[in-house]
């Protein structure tokens, strides 16, 4: 484990929102308020995605303090234009990965070999994973070294499946968040629709939504701290 922390924030690369003829892509304030917290730790935060290059944002809501200053941010700038595919990243030179969400994950987080073995690798050497609202389809097809899924038997929380009916989603994503998580051996808890709600199960976090952002990387810190 390096001796600064460093903290691996995984963005979807994927721009079109199924048939709809709307966009998508990673939802800003679960990139955004994570990186304050992470920041204002004193820990290092870079950036990957599944396709390398400038990833599609969506969102974006520059009322929000917070995601104002993550975009104005000339080293999180710098970083956004060009990030690194997971297939370029080392796990060794990172103590966690946080994978934000944005309904654009659904077609690209689970496809990504790279990235689930960047997951796998750095759980393995003693790190933290964690995930927020749609961000857990990175780890649906996690695997470890002895095969088993990573979330089998963990509790987690992700976009639930209510929430996604509420959103007019379900017939839209290529599956089911929660669904999924739960054919994989997962726990999943469920909070109030778009409430905060935030699991940790050991050296893996995950929240539920939007509103769950700030606490998994509170969380994070602490695991990191501990």
Known sequence: MPDTKKILIALTSHEALGDTGRTTGFYLSEAAHPWKVFTEAGFTVDLVSVAGGQPPVDGKDL????????????????????????AEVAAADYDAIFYAG????????????????????????GGV?????????????????DGSHL??????AGFTNEEEEAVGLTDVVPFLLQSTLEERGAKHSGGADFEAHVVVD??????????????????VVDLLKA
């Open 63 to 86: 009322d929000d303090p917070i995601q104002d200053a993550f975009l104005k941010d000339p080293q999180v700038a710098a970083k956004l234009a060009s990030t690194p595919r997971a």
């Open 102 to 125: 944005g309904h654009g994950v659904m077609w690209d987080f689970p496809q990504d070999a790279a990235l689930a073995g960047l997951a796998r690798d750095i759980y393995e050497a």
């Open 129 to 145: 994973v964690a995930a927020v609202c749609h961000g857990p389809a990175g780890l649906v097809n996690v695997t470890l070294s």
């Open 151 to 156: 979330v089998d038997g963990k509790a987690v």
């Open 202 to 219: 050991g050296r893996l976090a995950t929240g539920q939504n939007p509103a769950s952002a700030t606490g998994v990387a509170e969380a």
